[in-house]
């Protein structure tokens, strides 16, 4: 019998590592594999449930959030050459469907809403994730969901101000999401000031989208995109950060391209905070070398666990990180402690019960 050798916090065989290895690639991204899921319990064993701060509901009807960049995301992500709207549709998960990978991991999850219609409602693909379907999926699933995250389009005016008050004051939502890449804005243009004013005072923390994007990524022209409204965090996200001390930011993936910009903006402001979905783990330290040094020392504290599911497997994911070479404790805080430090007061706002996680939370 082969040697069983130590990953991370994973123990296995080496060629029973290079099989996942593999199979996280090619699996159906919608199920979980049976052993990776006896692994991952086996080895969290007695720990609270990870977090998912960062998950979208890319359904058999929601992924049409993305439109065009869906189509072309199936050819740039997963090589599909040539494939239609429809076949999309038949390959996805139901709502039902979607779900199920967090109750057998025994994940908590907050899905994203999306709302583009100004820069995207001409694509007669694009539907809306609503704020209202990401409440309802909460309410549908109580003890999956736990909260989700909101986002109005921010070119319209008073009415994404009276739509972010509904998120929070009649959806209960925690927060709010925003790609500025695919609403084609930059956060610092003192025209949406108000709109951060509000989520400040109504303490709803923020998701925004750092560094590179894969909307329309390989396409002439990105179909259209423009990076610079993700690539500029300084001075985008340093100014509204500076402006508006007490509004959490939480900047979303590993920064792609803008590396060391995201690791001082972390480290300088106390107000922003990050999470590394977007990418496979195993490919940070090529992308993001100086998020993985401070997320694995300093930084540690910073840092949420987020999936990008379904995007990428949920179990394929965890499963990279944990045999990815985070340091002694670093994965659980990200999985779970840092989430209830830094949101717990949000959380309990909209009615989350954060008992099974306060119990085995350590001092810092």
């Not at 990953?7 to 090619?26: A, R």
């Not at 927060?175 to 804005?185: D, E, P, R, S, T």
């Not at 509000?198 to 989208?209: D, F, K, S, T, Y």
């Not at 993936?253 to 480290?267: P, Q």
Request: with cysteine.
């Amino acid at each position: 019998m082969a040697e069983k050798k130590q990953y991370g916090m994973l123990q296995m065989e080496e060629d029973k590592k290079k099989y996942f290895d593999k199979l996280i690639m090619k699996k159906n991204f919608a199920k979980v594999d049976p052993e990776l899921k006896e692994m991952i319990l086996g080895a969290r064993k007695g720990m609270p449930p990870i977090i998912d701060i960062h998950t979208h509901p890319y359904t058999q009807t929601g992924w049409r959030s993305l439109g065009k960049f869906r189509v072309h995301l199936e050819k740039y992500l997963y090589g599909k050459k040539d494939i239609t709207p429809e076949q999309i549709s038949a390959a996805l998960p139901t709502e039902d469907e979607w779900v199920v990978p967090f109750k057998e991991l025994g994940v908590k999850v907050m899905p994203c809403a999306w709302a583009a219609k100004t820069t995207m409602g001409s694509d007669p693909l694009y539907k809306d994730n609503t704020n209202d379907e990401i409440a309802a999926m909460r309410d549908k699933y109580p003890d999956t969901v736990i909260t989700g995250w909101g986002s109005v389009d921010p070119w319209q005016g008073w009415k994404a101000l009276e739509e972010t008050i509904r998120c929070c004051k009649e959806l209960n939502l925690i927060g709010l999401k925003f790609q500025q890449v695919g609403q084609a804005f930059h956060v610092n243009d003192q025209r949406f000031y108000p709109l951060w004013d509000l989520c400040q005072e109504l303490g709803m923390p923020i998701q925004l989208h750092t560094g590179f994007t894969g909307l329309g990524s390989g396409a002439p022209g990105a179909l259209g995109t423009k990076i610079k409204y993700t690539m500029q965090m300084i001075p985008d996200i340093d100014d509204i950060s500076a402006d508006f001390p007490n509004l959490k930011i939480i900047m979303l993936h590993c920064s792609d391209g803008r590396d060391e910009d995201a690791v001082l903006l972390c480290r300088h402001k106390g107000n922003i905070y990050r999470e590394l979905s977007g990418i496979w783990p195993n490919y940070l330290p090529e992308n993001a070398p100086k998020t993985v040094y401070e997320a694995n020392r300093r930084q540690r504290h910073k840092y949420m666990f987020g999936s990008e599911f379904n995007l990428y497997p949920l179990d394929g994911i965890i499963y990279q990180h944990m045999t990815f070479g985070w340091r002694e404790g670093v994965l659980e805080s990200m999985f779970w402690e840092n989430t209830v430090r830094i949101l717990g007061p949000e959380l309990e706002r909209v009615g989350v019960d954060l008992k099974q996680w306060k119990t085995n939370l350590k001092e810092v």
